[in-house]
T-cell receptor, first 112, second 114 residues
Framework: RKEVEQDPGPFNVPEGATVAFNCTYS??????FFWYRQDCRKEPKLLMS???SGNEDGRFTAQLNRASQYISLLIRDSKLSDSATYLC?????????????FGSGTRLQVQP | NAGVTQTPKFRVLKTGQSMTLLCAQD?????MYWYRQDPGMGLRLIHY???????AKGEVPDGYNVSRLKKQNFLLGLESAAPSQTSVYFC?????????????FGPGTRLTVT
């Protein structure tokens, strides 16, 4: 089983729509989780951190289900500028807490 | 405050040539990382460093060497480049282990090996 699994998409949604991505992880010892955003041919940038059951920041909500080992990201009122690849990142993996393990990402395309 | 910078931005190598990629950060971070990203795949950790003078292997270290002689710099070397090393290379840094784990990434180096 891969350490992090994400649906690659693409998710094509109209502006204003609500869209949700799921991510499953295999390391039950992971305590912290992150969602990064990566624009085409650019470096990843931190979108949200999740340390307990969830986190909300404006239009973005991340939820964590430790029992089922999955994390979700919900985006409300999608904007054109939300078009990007969203990377699920649980802490740990082969290096323990010293490094992050990146999923391959879910691509979102918001259309006018 | 430039954050994380990478040199060069682009490079084309012939098979068997060598090169060094430079990563520099001005945030006084302890931890530094080298990743590669291939189409359709996530970022894969090549090597990392938890402090000046230390390095460790990541997920895909073969064919690469690293050095961290100064805290602000992390060098990635390819001794004998192969076409399989064609990729985008990202460097990242973060503060020593604590509750907040944000990693800051450099803009990437696009390497093509022919």
């Amino acid at each position: 089983r891969k350490e992090v699994e994400q649906d690659p998409g693409p998710f094509n949604v109209p502006e204003g729509a609500t869209v949700a991505f799921n991510c499953t992880y295999s390391n039950s010892a992971s305590q912290s989780f992150f969602w990064y955003r990566q624009d085409c041919r650019k470096e990843p940038k931190l979108l949200m951190s999740v340390y307990s059951s969830g986190n909300e920041d404006g239009r973005f909500t991340a939820q964590l289900n430790r029992a089922s080992q999955y994390i979700s990201l919900l985006i409300r009122d999608s904007k054109l500028s939300d078009s990007a690849t969203y990377l699920c990142v649980p802490e740990g993996g082969g290096t323990g807490r010293r490094a992050l393990t990146f999923g391959s990402g879910t691509r979102l395309q918001v259309q006018p | 405050n430039a954050g994380v910078t990478q040199t060069p931005k682009f490079r084309v190598l012939k098979t068997g040539q060598s090169m060094t990629l430079l990563c520099a950060q001005d945030m006084n971070h302890e931890y530094m990382y080298w990743y590669r990203q291939d189409p359709g795949m996530g970022l894969r950790l090549i090597h990392y460093s938890v402090g000046e003078g230390t390095t460790a292997k990541g997920e895909v270290p073969d064919g690469y060497n690293v050095s961290r002689l100064k805290k602000q710099n992390f060098l990635l070397g390819l001794e004998s480049a192969a076409p399989s090393q064609t990729s985008v290379y990202f460097c990242a840094s973060r503060q020593q282990l604590r509750d907040y784990y944000e990693q800051y990434f450099g803009p990437g180096t696009r390497l093509t090996v022919t």
